[in-house]
């Protein structure tokens, strides 16, 4: 059993009419990319966004980071458990996107969830910008 990881660099991530790796730019169709999701019967509403580091933005509440990954070759789901049913996956081939990254927020459910912020409104939201 061996799997083998086939590393795609990402440099940038732009929308676009199709979704498609090309010259280390991921493009994404946002209309497409939002379908999928929402096929997903436990989900009302998605908005899908990029956020590139170095930009002026705050992303909060985070739930999860998820590295993309496909399975390309071999038995299995990238992740068993979660989109499949749990199984060894340990063998064939896997294509990750190394550079881009999933991440998933939603309402906010306890006060220190998903946001640090020492200062501003932000502190507002989380105890530990306080002093215990």
Request: overall charge negative.
């Amino acid at each position: 059993m061996k799997l083998n990881l086939g590393y795609i660099t990402i440099n940038d991530i732009q929308f676009g009419s199709v979704s498609k790796v090309e010259n280390a730019v991921l493009h994404v169709n946002k209309d497409e990319i939002s379908s999928i999701i929402l096929e997903d019967e436990c989900l009302q509403s998605v908005e899908v966004d990029i956020a590139r580091p170095g930009e002026s933005v705050r992303i909060i509440p985070v739930k999860d980071v998820i590295e993309p990954r496909v399975k390309v070759e071999g038995s299995g789901n990238v992740f068993p458990g979660t989109l499949a049913k749990v199984e060894t996956v340990g063998n064939g081939t896997t294509h990750v996107l190394r550079g881009a990254a999933v991440v998933t927020c939603g309402k906010v459910v306890g006060f220190q969830e998903g946001i640090i912020d020492m200062v501003g409104t932000g502190a507002d939201y989380t105890p530990f910008s306080k002093n215990m």
